[in-house]
């Protein structure tokens, strides 16, 4: 049997609002199960997403939305919907990102030094942090760039591959890759730009 709920494939939308964020999820939920991907049974087995720690049971045509379906022996987990603004880590373990770049002057600026250390530096990402969690409280939120000095909102900070901030995702827990073609209409209702990601808890 393939294995089951350690590893995701999340979804990320970059754009949606937080106002917005619970009747988008609640569109993407009721499409799903029409399509059969999930259904509306929720579970907590294997699901490792907080703070979300439910979600729903794969459905009947879950095969649909993946790439290759051919593994008999390959069970999916259930796929958590994570709703309110948040960052989105991939990867594993690690809560910043290893490098950011300034939109407006393109300095890049090194949080995780590697292959020198594996951990965030903590005074270089403590304003990146303090961004942050001014953004998921309120909506808005800046980090001065360390090179221009120009105050940037968070949300357009290049975080690089596998950090993401939005106030909606969905995770997919234990299934083979999704398919470019679900992915493509899972974007298009979205109706926003999104970021893939891949990880293991």
């Not at 987990?77 to 309110?84: E, F, K």
């Not at 910043?96 to 300095?107: E, G, H, L, Q």
């Amino acid at each position: 049997m393939a294995p089951v709920g350690d590893f995701f494939e999340r979804v990320v939308d970059l754009e949606v609002t937080g106002e917005e964020a619970g009747p988008l999820a609640a569109r993407m939920v009721d499409w799903m199960v029409a399509e059969g991907v999930i259904t509306r049974e929720t579970t907590g087995d294997a699901v490792y997403s907080l703070p979300v720690d439910v979600g729903h049971v794969p459905g009947p045509g879950w095969a649909r939305a993946v790439a290759d379906a051919s593994d008999p022996s390959w069970i999916p987990g259930p796929v958590a919907v994570l709703v309110g603004r948040d960052q989105h880590v991939g990867g594993q373990g690690e809560y910043a990102a290893d490098a950011v770049t300034c939109p407006r002057c393109s300095a890049r600026t090194v949080v995780i030094d590697h292959p020198e250390r594996f951990t965030a530096d903590d005074e270089v990402w403590q304003p990146f942090n303090d961004g942050i969690e001014a953004w998921k409280e309120t909506g808005r939120g800046e980090v001065p760039c360390p090179a221009c000095g120009v105050h940037v909102p968070v949300t357009e900070w290049d975080f690089g591959l596998g950090f993401d901030l939005g106030a909606l995702a969905f995770d997919f827990w234990g299934w083979p890759p999704l398919s470019l073609r679900f992915l493509a209409e899972f974007r298009a209702r979205l109706g926003h730009r999104t970021e893939e990601q891949y990880g293991k808890f």
